[in-house]
Structures are given as structure tokens and as C-alpha cells.
């Protein structure tokens, strides 16, 4: 049973266009919203985070939506530069064991 | 300092071998994580160790073994591995279970280490 749903698998963008990358959940127990940023090779890192009291959170060119009547947020590069090639994915925590709950990953390609 | 290190970056193996995978934080972290990845899927969670305990094992084949020798440390032993086994392994740490609530939630991942089991 898959949580969390995460579009597009894939996205090419150009350089200075913006990268959106949606999630959808289930389990409105979550309670705590991070996108996690991953390069080849290397192992995943928090990107940016947002918690359920507040609809938007911006920190440089990176910013969360979140809609909790629709269960959803989403994350909006701006100025979308070749070094954010990456894989990005949402993964709210659950539970005691403070499991991840991993989207599928979305991969980014930006184009110079 | 958010750095957790793995040791080795690249490991081969045969399926009759038996190799251990390191990890190691300094970060005064509780909580340490063994994941998998798959190549093109999202990390797959093994292990929990809370305060140097065995927390979770999320139904892992007994042919991997964790081993938390102390609050920084964390390795995996492996033996009779398949090649389906074959994977980037990765290590990360966080403050402590802290249930999902705040930022003492994050976790800190390692770089990894690719095993290929022959």
C-alpha cells in the first residue's frame, strides 16, 4: 500500500525555468513534510521541510506548498539551475521508529 | 559538523564471503538507520538502533546482522549474500525517535556504500 504518491518520475526543465514536484498522502497522521535531495552517488539530504501549521515555506529558490484539505504539497524550484539535477523525494516520518516514508523519487534534468 | 561516513565506498563480494559495512557519526545522534537502494526506487529502511538498541528490523533476511558497538558507531555484517543483494547501502542518523514531531527528526544520510555480490 503506497502512502505517499509522488508525480512526475521525471521532469526536463531549462535553465531558469521552475521544477514542481507534487506528493500526495494518505496517513493524516503525518506531521512533519521534508524533500529530501539526492545526487548520484550520494546518499540522500534534507532539502527543506515544512511543518502542518503553515501553507508555505521558502528558503532560496526552493519552496513547499502544503494543502492539507487536499492531503498534498509540493516542491517548487525557481530559477532552476544544471546543478539541481537530482533526484528529489518527499518523505514524511511515521511512527515511533521515525520511519521515512519515501515517495517514488522524482528526477530532475535541467538543461543549460 | 552533519557528516556521517561510511566505510567502504565500493565493496565486491561472493556469495560465500563475509564482509562488514561501517558507519560512524559524531553528531551525539541516538538513532541510527541502515537502508538499501535499489538503483532508480527510493531508499528501503532494514534497521532502527535507538540508544545503541536494535529498535526495528523490518523483516531482513538473517544473513544480514547490525551491530551498534557504541553511540557513534554502527555496522552491518554480511554473509551468503545473493546477487539480488547487490545495492547502495546507506547509513543515517538523527537525534532520536522522536515520534515525526519537529526537526529533531531530521536524518543525516552517508554517501553509502555499493556492494556487488557476485
Not at chain 1, 85 to 95: I, L, M, R, V
Amino acid at each position: 500500500q503506497q502512502q505517499v504518491k509522488q508525480s512526475p518520475q521525471s521532469l526536463i526543465v531549462q535553465k531558469g525555468g521552475i521544477s514542481i514536484i507534487n506528493c500526495a498522502y494518505e496517513n493524516t497522521a503525518f506531521d512533519y513534510f521534508p524533500w529530501y535531495q539526492q545526487f548520484p552517488g550520494k546518499g540522500p539530504a534534507l532539502l527543506i521541510a515544512i511543518r502542518p501549521d503553515v501553507s508555505e515555506k521558502k528558503e532560496g529558490r526552493f519552496t513547499i506548498s502544503f494543502n492539507k484539505s487536499a492531503k498534498q504539497f509540493s516542491l517548487h524550484i525557481m530559477d532552476s539551475q544544471p546543478g539541481d539535477s537530482a533526484t528529489y523525494f518527499c518523505a514524511p516520518p511515521k511512527g515511533a521508529g521515525n520511519k521515512l516514508t519515501f515517495g517514488g523519487g522524482t528526477r530532475v534534468l535541467v538543461k543549460p | 559538523d552533519t557528516e556521517v561516513t561510511q566505510t567502504p565506498k565500493h565493496l565486491v563480494m561472493g556469495m560465500t564471503n563475509k564482509k562488514s559495512l561501517k558507519c560512524e557519526q559524531h553528531m551525539g545522534h541516538r538513532a541510527m538507520y541502515w537502508y538499501k537502494q535499489k538503483a532508480k526506487k527510493p531508499p528501503e529502511l532494514m534497521f532502527v538502533y535507538s540508544y545503541e538498541k536494535l529498535s526495528i528490523n523490518e523483516s531482513v533476511p538473517s544473513r544480514f546482522s547490525p551491530e551498534c558497538p557504541n553511540s557513534s558507531l554502527l555496522n552491518l555484517h554480511l554473509h551468503a549474500l545473493q546477487p539480488e543483494d547487490s545495492a547502495l547501502y546507506l547509513c543515517a542518523s538523527s537525534q532520536d525517535l522522536s515520534h515525526g514531531r519537529g526537526f529533531t527528526d531530521t536524518q543525516y544520510f552517508g554517501p553509502g556504500t555499493r556492494l556487488t555480490v557476485l
